[in-house]
């Protein structure tokens, strides 16, 4: 996706050291604009004889395998937040060590690398082993992750120096004094939240808070549309066998429900994407889980009843559209509309997407997945003239992460009322700490099965750097006084309001497969999918 020629893979350098890279150097030291990240990794891992060092200087997601032959190493692993996918088996009996990006289901035994730092296996040694240099100083959560892999690989691992320094603002003494809410609890009672959002940023920390996570946001989308090839997926073709081509064709796309945080990403990326080019907004909606057949009232025939994909989240991505119509009336934007059939569904839910989920198996990641890999392949008819198109598209810009770090579920308000600020810090943490184990390396594996990047600009490092040291109330502030579609992910709302949304700063939180219509609410998301 960076340089302008192809570099294979596996990459090896003079001295015989193999790279397979799976991953994009965004900032940072190593980076470099025109030429591949391939290369300038490989190279950097050449000179410096310290290669966990490399791996330190990286600012952006990634995978990857590394052979150092004079020392017969093998280092692998995943970035610090885990947004690739990278998969392991172990069989100590015949002394094999798998890894790779996707799998399938008839492959026993597979894991995800867990996403806690860079693991090393010593290929002089006549068994499988493992070592292991964390990102972070070990704790408890650590522990439980290594003490579950070293069972399930049968192998024992040993733990060496942590890569990066230990973070201090981790343990943070989360109690609100009466200063530091005050313009929260005693703002005046708005009925309509649309003034609440203005009125709120009249305050001169909580503006400074919004314009600075606007800057960062900023920066993180404009390298995100900006680092790839000039060409969509029909044209890059045509230019690596040679030919002379000038691509104006989608090159982004943005899985769009019309919530909170797709809407921010779409009009952000208006700022950085070609004005002659199109920006696609690609919604998706699934057939209702019924008979869509009823008997006719004059007699007993079954009567064929029209099958409609009017979810939420089409509803709300319509109404989200025309406000961007309004904030940017010189974009061109394509609203994609992807229907899909239960039959649709269930050909490749058992053939395909079964496969990408793997290990992954329950019913929210079916109900996930399905959404996104039919989101992601970008098939259906466009808005308003009913043509048919598929995005060609080669970029993905996804909101993952926003929930995670701003407060955004249901259960940041119930643990917020029932237990404090504290518990609701300590929620916020574990959820960062677990993204990369319960959604990245599932939406890594479905999206790049359609030739597909996903790019999730709020997980940009330094926005989670920003966000992670911010008190738990300077995000969100779920509570009573502050109902559903304004406390929840308030931070964000504000700078929602900030660039020009009105209506869309306000929207509830939904969930993908409920606005989508794809989950079934009386199903335990929890429980293993028979239907894999």
Not at 57 to 65: L, T, V
Not at 80 to 92: A, F, P
Not at 287 to 313: A, I, L, W
Not at 473 to 492: A, F
């Amino acid at each position: 996706m960076q340089g302008s020629s192809l570099t294979v893979q596996p990459a090896i350098d003079s001295m015989g050291n193999i790279l397979l890279w799976n991953g994009d150097i965004f900032s940072g030291n190593l980076a470099q604009d025109d030429i591949c990240d391939t290369k300038v990794l490989l190279n950097a891992l050449q000179s410096l004889p310290n290669i966990i060092s490399v791996f330190k200087e990286i600012q952006g997601p990634f995978s990857f395998i590394y052979f150092q032959k004079s020392s017969n190493l093998l280092y692998f692993g995943r970035d610090i937040i885990g947004r690739h996918s990278l998969l392991l088996k172990s069989n100590t009996d015949e002394n094999i060590l798998t890894l790779t990006s996707v799998a399938n289901k008839q492959i026993n035994g597979i894991v995800e690398v867990p996403a806690i730092g860079i693991f090393v296996m010593n290929l002089a040694n006549s068994g499988v082993n493992l070592a292991c240099y964390p990102w972070r100083e070990p704790d408890l959560r650590f522990t439980d992750v290594i003490e579950a892999l070293e069972t399930h690989l049968s192998v024992d691992i040993d733990i060496k120096k942590t890569i990066l320094e230990s973070d201090t603002l981790v343990s943070l003494h989360l109690h609100p004094n009466i200063e530091d809410i005050e313009y929260f609890e005693n703002s005046p009672y708005f009925e309509n939240s649309y003034t609440t959002l203005p009125y709120f940023l009249q305050n001169k920390d909580i503006y400074e808070r919004v314009d600075y996570l606007s800057q960062l946001l900023h920066k993180a989308v404009e390298v995100r549309v900006k680092k790839q090839p000039k060409f969509c997926k029909n044209c890059i073709e045509l230019f690596l066998h040679g030919e002379n081509v000038i691509c104006e064709h989608t090159k982004i796309g943005i899985l769009f429900s019309g919530g909170l945080d797709s809407a921010i990403l779409a009009l952000i990326a208006d700022k950085y994407v070609p004005q002659n080019e199109y920006i696609d907004l690609i919604n998706v909606a699934f057939e209702k889980s019924v008979n869509t057949h009823k008997k006719s009232n004059t007699n007993n025939e079954r009567q064929c009843v029209p099958v409609h994909y009017d979810v939420p989240d089409r509803k709300t991505g319509k109404q989200t559209f025309s406000e961007l119509l309004k904030i940017c009336p010189k974009r061109k934007w394509n609203f994609l509309e992807v229907n899909v059939s239960q039959k649709e569904l269930q050909k490749y839910r058992s053939t395909q997407i079964c496969n990408l989920l793997y290990p992954l198996c329950t019913i929210l990641d079916e109900s996930l997945g399905c959404a996104v890999w039919f989101a992601s392949r970008a098939r259906g008819t466009l808005f308003m003239s009913n043509n048919v198109y598929e995005s060609p598209c080669r970029v993905l810009l996804l909101g993952m992460g926003a929930d995670e770090l701003f407060g955004g579920y249901m259960r940041h308000r119930t643990i917020l009322k029932y237990k404090g600020w504290n518990a609701l810090a300590q929620e916020l943490s574990i959820e960062l700490a677990r993204i990369s184990e319960r959604n990245l390396g599932r939406d890594d594996r479905i999206v790049s099965d359609h030739g597909k990047q996903s790019r999730l600009p709020y997980l940009d490092e330094n926005i989670v750097q920003y966000v992670q040291q911010l008190k738990p109330w300077e995000r969100c502030y779920p509570t009573d006084k502050m109902p559903s579609g304004l406390g929840d992910k308030l931070l964000l709302r504000l700078l929602a309001y900030k660039l020009g949304f009105q209506s869309t700063a306000n929207f509830p939180k939904r969930a993908f497969q409920f606005g989508s219509r794809i989950a079934n609410g009386k199903e335990n998301a929890k429980d293993v999918s028979d239907r894999l």
